[in-house]
């Protein structure tokens, strides 16, 4: 290293004659015209300084100018480069870096104190942004769930069947018990002759294509009402075509057959049904045949 310590009257740093204490320094800029007056008052050329430093040229004057910022690799490379130089013009690095040190955080402090809410405003932008993102993300999914249930609640209602024509407990209805002829007219209650007969239905096959019931019973009448919209029917009673037609809500027909009925439904869900003046309640399913046979 290149050291000349020249006696005067001025006040010296690490042996150099200078016109400015090392103290007095408050910026980048005056630092590095501190070295580079270091550097002149030796009579050091900066290729000399190159040649034992390994700093390239430009760097030595970018140090010189107190242009930091300009030197790659970040603070590191700054210390490192400033202990270099300040050995090589006969500076103690430790005070160098010391007021390198002191001028960073001065730098640092007076851009906090004028912009003491900047720092904040990135943390409390995210944050916002975090909360609407959450909020949007949670309205959005609530709308999907309420439109799945909506439409999986309208298909399920609109497909349910009607219990096939409510035939439950193994598709069958027990009449009440029958009043015999033996018993002498005299004897029999005033309710009793007066019972409403029902009739036994039994559910014996149930196909998409078809429903098939068997009457007990020596005469099938059957009772067909639109509850709303519009339904076509086509009927067949004891094998021969009785009605073909589309009827509107509100509408009602009737057949009997001794032996076979066939109603073929265009929309079962719209359709209400009594047999032999049993209430039945509304069809369920899609599109079929319904079939009504005279049971042995």
């Known amino acids: 290293m290149l050291f000349l310590l020249l006696p005067g009257k001025y006040k010296t740093e690490g042996g150099v004659k200078m016109n400015q204490s090392i103290q ?7 630092l590095g015209n501190f070295l580079r007056q270091a550097r002149e008052e030796k009579g050091i050329q900066q290729e000399l300084i ?8 430009k760097y030595l004057q970018a140090i010189e100018n107190g242009e930091f910022s ?22 103690e ?28 405003e990135p943390s409390d932008n995210e944050n916002i942004n975090t909360m609407i993102n959450f909020k949007f993300i949670g309205v959005l999914v609530l709308i999907i769930v309420f439109g799945v249930l909506l439409f ?28 015999t002829d033996s018993i002498p007219q005299t004897n029999i209650p005033e309710e009793t002759s007066t019972q409403t007969k029902k009739t036994m239905v039994e559910l014996v096959e149930d196909t998409p294509e078809k429903t098939v019931y068997t009457v007990q019973d020596k005469v099938m009448e059957v009772f ?17 075509a ?3 037609g ?4 509100g509408d009602t027909k009737s057949w009997t057959a001794n032996e076979e009925l066939v109603i073929r439904v265009g929309n079962p869900p719209v359709v209400k049904l009594k047999i032999n003046g049993q209430d039945f309640g509304v069809m369920g399913g899609k599109t079929r045949n319904i079939i009504f046979k005279r049971g042995d």
């Open 242 to 244: 009785a009605y073909e």
């Open 152 to 179: 999986y609640g309208v298909k399920f209602f609109q497909n349910k069947p009607a219990g096939h024509l409510n035939t439950d407990m193994n598709h069958q209805i027990t009449p009440p018990m029958q009043s």
């Open 224 to 240: 067909l009402e639109i509850t709303q919209e519009r339904c076509w029917i086509s009927v067949k009673k004891d094998g021969e």
């Open 50 to 57: 190159q040649q034992v430093t390994k700093i390239r040229m």
């Open 246 to 249: 589309t009827l509107r809500s």
């Open 93 to 120: 690095p430790s005070t160098i870096l010391q007021q390198y040190k002191k001028i960073s955080a001065t730098k640092i402090s007076e851009t906090q104190e004028e912009n003491p809410i900047s720092s904040m």
């Open 70 to 91: 300009a030197i790659p690799g970040g603070d590191v490379y700054v210390k490192g480069f400033l202990k270099s130089y300040a050995e090589a013009v006969g500076l």
């Open 24 to 30: 007095e320094i408050n910026g980048t800029k005056e």
